[in-house]
Nanobody, 127 residues
Framework: QVRLVESGGGSVQAGGSLTLSCTTS????????MAWFRQAPGKEREGVAA????????YYDDSVKGRFTISQGDDKDTLSLRMTSLQPLDTATYYC????????????????????WGQGTQVTVSP
């Protein structure tokens, strides 16, 4: 079992920045990659960014490329999402997720590739 706890959400104005963190605990030795997802009210959940450990690379949705950066902490137990140039369309609940089997390359940002999920943290961007 892997437990994920997100933090760092909040309210910012358009153009501002936030950094989300996801702290992992439990049987993390089996985790091969992690990702951030978001879900806005009335919309489907969408993958935002993913990282595959051990040099497997990072993956971003086109909507956040150049603005968001996903990274793993030095202690390997923390995942971060640095978000810059935030826009109202980025308003959503953000979730981190962990995969224990390697996702297919075309499914790096698919929710079905991830087994464990956090409870989410709210990000609100005002105009």
């Amino acid at each position: 079992q892997v437990r994920l706890v997100e933090s760092g959400g909040g309210s910012v104005q358009a153009g501002g920045s936030l950094t989300l963190s996801c702290t992992t605990s439990g049987n993390t030795a089996n985790v091969v990659g992690m990702a951030w997802f978001r879900q806005a009210p009335g919309k489907e959940r969408e993958g935002v960014a993913a990282v595959i450990f051990g040099g497997g690379g990072t993956y971003y949705d086109d909507s956040v490329k150049g603005r968001f950066t996903i990274s793993q902490g030095d202690d390997k137990d923390t995942l971060s999402l640095r978000m810059t140039s935030l826009q109202p369309l980025d308003t959503a609940t953000y979730y981190c997720a962990a995969a224990v089997t390697m996702p297919w390359s075309t499914y790096m940002l698919a929710g079905s590739s991830y087994k464990y999920w956090g409870q989410g943290t709210q990000v609100t961007v005002s105009p």
